[in-house]
């Protein structure tokens, strides 16, 4: 039985088009306005191809930083909507403002409204079609998930909360002597005689194993598999759709001698590629300081009069190799806040000052960092550092928590550009599982990824 041929995209995929027909349907409103309205600007002929170019990159660029390849925005008519019209907008502005790269600015202001409404209109356009007809149900992913009983709930939910086109619509229970009946939501327990049947008459085209007691994969379950393997269909372990769909390395499922296997990124002993970094963390720590210069008298004022005490201070952190280091940062909290002892700060944390809170949201209370970085204490992307006292707690109940140390801790990184807040043990779990992806998938374009995603927590003002 071969398995049912039905078109599905995979996030990278989805990701992917998103990009290349928000491009082609800008070009194709651009180019309708320039035959209708006789628009001057930007005519297009093979002169003007590198200014053509140039508007395809500004487009994917900043609608990077403003969320329009977030499928999760892609999906909501709202959140997708103001994407849009936060990314046309700035788009116009900068390609007005960068004639270096860029056409001479227009003779008339109507010609700007022209060119405005056609971008905002080709991307209104493709994404209602991709919202009304991708995005359906029509092109989901259907899946059989083989796991323990007790494991069902939280494994379903940590796939399908990710991606909505991901959809688990069996569970096979690989304990044949069980003969107790199962429900979870909409999900229909499999039997192993009957699984051949329930893929057929479902669609299925991929199957996920889940359970960690390999003991209990029994050989009428192994042989079916392997009969469905040598069929064309895909049988994939529960770790690795984890880690791609997520972006998380799921370390419940895996061994206490995981380093043994776990493939740590070669960019982290790429001489190059740390080169590289090197030379950048300095040009942006330089410009960082700088701009806090310029701030600074803004941020003595408001420390005056919201803070009322010391605007620096240092505190203890651990860094790479487990090596302890004093980080700067401007003070956000009352005097005394840990006068019983240290604890997470949490979401509305009365001990967070008001002008704090602002400087927060807006992460300029760490600013002073790039001295950190400067000094080599610390990279601009990595985990962030903790302190010695929750790094001891934390080891103590989650396995390879240190695994984080193997790199510098940075300024910002990709638990932080994906995971707002750390203020419980479940939370830091989730953030170790996102530093682990970082250190084993460590790259040039992750920590672009990163840095992009970093203008976007500080635009929707999504500080701690």
């Not at 700035?90 to 010609?111: A, D, G, M, W």
């Amino acid at each position: 039985m071969p398995p049912i041929s039905k078109i599905h995209f995979e996030i990278s995929e989805r990701k992917i088009l998103l990009r290349i027909f928000d491009v082609i349907f800008v070009f194709m409103s651009l180019f309708m306005v320039d035959k209708l309205l006789n628009f001057k600007y930007l005519d297009f002929s093979s002169n003007n191809i590198y200014w053509i170019l140039v508007l395809g990159l500004y487009l994917n660029i900043l609608g990077t930083v403003f969320e329009m390849y977030n499928l999760q925005v892609a999906s909501n008519q709202f959140q997708v909507i103001r994407s849009i019209v936060l990314t046309a907008s700035t788009t116009v502005l900068f390609y007005l403002l960068t004639p270096i790269f860029t056409p001479l600015l227009p003779l008339s202001r109507l010609q700007i409204v022209y060119f405005f409404l056609a971008i905002l209109g080709g991307l209104l356009f493709w994404r209602i079609f991709y919202q009304s007809f991708l995005a359906s149900h029509r092109f989901e992913k259907k899946a059989v998930i083989i796991c323990d009983r007790e494991e069902v709930a939280e494994l379903v939910e940590s796939l399908q909360n990710v991606d909505p086109h991901y959809r688990i619509v069996g569970f096979l229970h690989n304990n044949l002597k069980s003969k107790e009946g199962f429900q979870y939501k909409n999900l229909k327990s499999v039997n192993v005689a009957d699984l051949r049947d329930f893929i057929k008459k479902n669609m299925v085209s991929e199957i996920v194993i889940a359970s960690q007691k390999k003991a209990k994969m029994t050989v009428p379950l192994y042989n079916q598999l392997l009969h469905l393997l040598e069929n064309g269909f895909i049988i994939r372990e529960y770790s690795q759709v984890y880690e791609q769909i997520t972006q998380r390395i799921p370390i419940a499922h895996f061994d206490k001698d995981f380093f043994m296997y776990f493939p740590f990124s070669r960019s982290n002993q790429n001489k190059l590629y740390l080169l590289i970094v090197k030379v950048l963390e300095v040009f942006l720590s330089v410009i960082g300081l700088t701009v806090g210069l310029i701030i600074l008298p803004f941020i003595m004022v408001g420390n005056l009069f919201g803070n009322r005490g010391k605007l620096l201070y240092t505190q203890e952190r651990v860094g790479k190799n487990g090596i302890p280091f004093k980080i700067y940062k401007f003070r956000t909290m009352v005097k005394n806040a840990e006068s019983n002892g240290a604890v997470f700060a949490t979401v509305n944390d009365s001990r967070i000052n008001p002008f704090g809170k602002l400087l927060r949201k807006t992460r300029l209370d760490e600013i002073p960092q790039f001295i950190n970085i400067l000094k080599g204490e610390m990279g601009f992307i990595g985990p962030r550092p903790e302190r010695p006292v929750f790094v001891n707690e934390l080891a103590e109940v989650m396995p390879f928590y240190e695994t984080r140390h193997v790199i510098k801790p940075g300024l910002t990184g990709w638990a932080q550009v994906n995971y707002a807040y750390g203020e419980t043990m479940d939370d830091s779990l989730i953030k170790l599982q996102y530093d682990l992806y970082y250190i084993k998938h460590r790259s040039v374009f992750l920590d672009l990824n990163i840095m992009i995603k970093t203008f976007s927590t500080v635009l929707f003002y999504r500080g701690q």
